[in-house]
T-cell receptor, first 114, second 112 residues
């Protein structure tokens, strides 16, 4: 049963610290997405990769967030420095071509920045 | 602006009743529309995907319809069960966009 995996599942850190979240997409999927979910804003797209190339990161605060895919089995989302307003659940999702196929979501990383 | 709206934010129904969830989108130029389910503390699970050329999709007790001209999609769950309690989100993919536009969801409680 192929699944998207994310680590860590929970992270509590102090303001100013660096946070790195990792995602392993489903093997064979060529699109990877990072989302952030909060009660107020709902689900927001932060970054979108296709064949490991970043296609859309307009939803990401560029000064502190960065997203990469060092290889096809790993996507990372980094926040440096973290701020309390970054507290949210961060989801990774993967899929085949966006137009005709759905996305498969990981379980999320719940981030709390104190 | 391409927005997706789901009202009400929360609802409760007695077990056995049919559930009807509505989703509105502001721009009819959608490529597809999807319904997802989210359980507390979990990620989203895709339920149904309707391409713009389709009017509806069915899977078991679930049926989703799409009316582009009115900017609406409806998710229909027949004979609801307590296990259907979850948050249901709809998401539209617009032409020329790389991103899904998500509604904020309907939080459903099915009362035994």
């Amino acid at each position: 049963d192929a699944r998207v995996t994310q680590t860590p599942r929970h992270k509590v850190t102090e303001m100013g610290q660096e946070v790195t979240m990792r995602c392993q997409p489903i093997l064979g999927h060529n699109t990877v997405f990072w989302y952030r979910q909060t009660m107020m804003q709902g689900l927001e797209l932060l970054a979108y990769f296709r064949n490991r190339a970043p296609l859309d990161d307009s939803g990401m605060p560029k000064d502190r967030f960065s997203a990469e895919m060092p290889d096809a089995t790993l996507a990372t989302l980094k926040i440096q420095p973290s701020e309390p307003r970054d507290s949210a659940v961060y989801f990774c999702a993967s899929g085949l071509e966006l137009g005709h196929h759905t996305q498969y979501f990981g379980p999320g990383t719940r981030l709390t920045v104190l | 602006k391409q927005e997706v709206t789901q009202i009400p934010a929360a609802l409760s129904v007695p077990e056995g009743e049919n559930l009807v969830l509505n989703c509105s989108f502001t721009d009819s130029a959608i490529y597809n529309l999807q319904w997802f389910r989210q359980d507390p503390g979990k990620g989203l699970t895709s339920l149904l995907l309707i391409q713009s050329s389709q009017r509806e999709q069915t899977s078991g007790r679930l049926n989703a319809s799409l009316d582009k001209s009115s900017g609406r999609s409806t998710l229909y769950i027949a004979a609801s069960q307590p296990g259907d309690s979850a948050t249901y989100l709809c998401a539209a993919l617009y032409y020329g966009n790389n991103r899904l536009a998500f509604g904020k969801g309907n939080q459903v409680v099915v009362i035994p």
